[in-house]
């Protein structure tokens, strides 16, 4: 039986490309900080995947510290958050603001912060849009910091981060503005400086890149203001932000799957919408009901709920039968409690514990779409019988 899967919002598969690249660099041992040949080397291919990246971000010639290579997605989210909150005595204390639903790498930075006497205001994403009314309210002249993801990792939700940071450079040119763009990076056209973000957090393992690579994305305007310090201090790596020798394989690779994705952006996009919107049409004929978001929605995100069935249950299934889908974000799947991004849509403790998510990338087929719907139907039928 052959596996489908439908699971690329947890991790992909690294594309045939990227694989040929990472062999290539395996043979490429020296340090990219030695000044010798061998290290000469490395650093070259080093920059070559800093270049690649940057040109998906409409970045030419990246300034030292532009683009911080790290190990992940949420060691990016904590460079941006706490990184930006210690690096002035005089932020102690004041406002930050980001939302309910946010993934754990920002969520899990910002409780501790509050802890540190931070304030933190949470805007409402009810339904998958950003309650405007709150968020105009909260921003005031004690606010430094607004981090908003950019899509939602189990509702596929597209938060309008570009109106809610324009909002808050009209009132303070000095708020710095971050979003963690792991789960919209190469689903969609966008650039750092169209949304007026000064941080923007990336991952390869999304874009089918390796595990264990993440970047942060640093404006000129926040390298110019001094707007974040290291988290991870030694040998003054990546400008100075980022200690410890990098990972030059996986970034190599990261800088490939970067090239393959813009490369390929638009088709990708087409196919993904395409795929989703099948989904949307055969699941709308079974006793499911779908969370669609009520504004703009990512291409590849599909969550709905099932009847009475506990979603751990389906997924074991669905998984016997060849299918691989999620009921959530990977970095939670293990926990007990309700998903709060899905109780943050709308959906009641009970319907999120029975909430599945299906996420889709350009390698996916209508075959393996409509071979979901149906193994979908009878595991329904027999579980309510159950």
């Known amino acids: 039986?052959?596996?489908?899967?439908?699971?690329?919002?947890?991790?992909?598969?690294?594309?045939?490309?990227?694989?040929?690249?990472?062999?290539?660099?395996?043979?490429?041992?020296?340090?990219?900080?030695?000044?010798?040949?061998?290290?000469?080397?490395?650093?070259?291919?080093?920059?070559?995947?800093?270049?690649?990246?940057?040109?998906?971000?409409?970045?030419?010639?990246?300034?030292p510290g532009e683009l911080i290579f790290t190990s992940c997605g949420s060691e990016s989210d904590n460079l941006a958050v706490l990184g930006s909150a210690f690096a002035k005595p005089r932020r102690k204390g004041m406002r930050i603001i980001t939302t309910d639903s946010e993934h754990p790498g920002v969520e899990s930075a910002m409780k501790a912060l509050e802890t540190q006497g931070f304030e933190v205001i949470r805007i409402r994403t009810r339904g998958g849009e950003l309650d405007w009314e709150q968020y105009d309210e909260a921003l005031g002249s004690r606010v430094f910091l607004v981090s908003m993801m950019m899509v939602n990792n189990e509702t596929g939700a597209l938060y309008d981060v570009g109106r809610a940071f324009?909002?808050?450079?009209?009132?303070?040119?000095?708020?710095?503005?971050?979003?963690?763009?792991?789960?919209?990076?190469?689903?969609?056209?966008?650039?750092?400086?169209?949304?007026?973000?000064?941080?923007?957090?990336?991952?390869?393992?999304?874009?089918?890149?390796?595990?264990?690579?993440?970047?942060?994305?640093?404006?000129?305007?926040?390298?110019?203001?001094?707007?974040?310090?290291?988290?991870?201090?030694?040998?003054?790596?990546?400008?100075?932000?980022r200690s410890g020798t990098e990972n030059l394989i996986g970034i190599a690779g990261f800088g490939q799957a970067a090239e393959e994705g813009y490369t390929q952006l638009s088709a990708n996009i087409e196919a993904m919408q395409a795929l989703r919107a099948q989904a949307i049409a055969?699941?709308?004929?079974?006793?499911?009901?779908?969370?669609?978001?009520?504004?703009?929605?990512?291409?590849?995100?599909?969550?709905?709920?099932?009847?009475?069935?506990?979603?751990?249950?389906?997924?074991?299934?669905?998984?016997?039968?060849?299918?691989?889908?999620?009921?959530?974000?990977?970095?939670?799947?293990?926990?007990?409690?309700?998903?709060?991004?899905?109780?943050?849509?709308?959906?009641?403790?009970?319907?999120?514990?029975?909430?599945?998510?299906?996420?889709?990338?350009?390698?996916?087929?209508?075959?393996e779409v409509t071979a979901l719907a149906e193994r979908l139907r009878d595991a329904i039928g027999r579980l309510v019988r159950a």
């Not at 595990?211 to 390298?223: D, F, R």
């Open 166 to 241: 324009s909002m808050a450079k009209a009132r303070n040119p000095d708020i710095v503005t971050h979003t963690d763009a792991v789960q919209g990076y190469l689903k969609g056209r966008w650039t750092p400086g169209a949304l007026s973000a000064d941080l923007v957090t990336l991952s390869a393992h999304k874009i089918h890149g390796p595990k264990g690579v993440g970047a942060l994305y640093v404006s000129p305007e926040a390298l110019r203001r001094r707007d974040i310090v290291p988290c991870l201090l030694g040998g003054g790596q990546e400008a100075g932000f």
């Open 282 to 367: 055969l699941l709308g004929e079974l006793p499911v009901t779908l969370n669609l978001p009520s504004g703009r929605c990512a291409p590849h995100i599909l969550n709905f709920t099932l009847p009475g069935i506990r979603s751990e249950t389906m997924l074991h299934e669905l998984s016997r039968n060849g299918i691989c889908v999620s009921n959530g974000s990977a970095c939670s799947s293990h926990h007990a409690h309700p998903s709060t991004a899905l109780i943050a849509f709308g959906l009641t403790p009970e319907q999120a514990g029975c909430s599945i998510r299906v996420s889709f990338s350009a390698s996916n087929t209508p075959q």
């Open 1 to 63: 039986m052959k596996e489908i899967y439908l699971d690329h919002s947890a991790t992909t598969p690294l594309s045939e490309g990227v694989k040929g690249r990472m062999r290539e660099v395996m043979e490429i041992y020296g340090n990219p900080s030695s000044l010798h040949a061998l290290g000469n080397e490395a650093h070259e291919v080093l920059e070559h995947a800093r270049r690649q990246v940057c040109r998906t971000l409409g970045v030419r010639r990246p300034a």
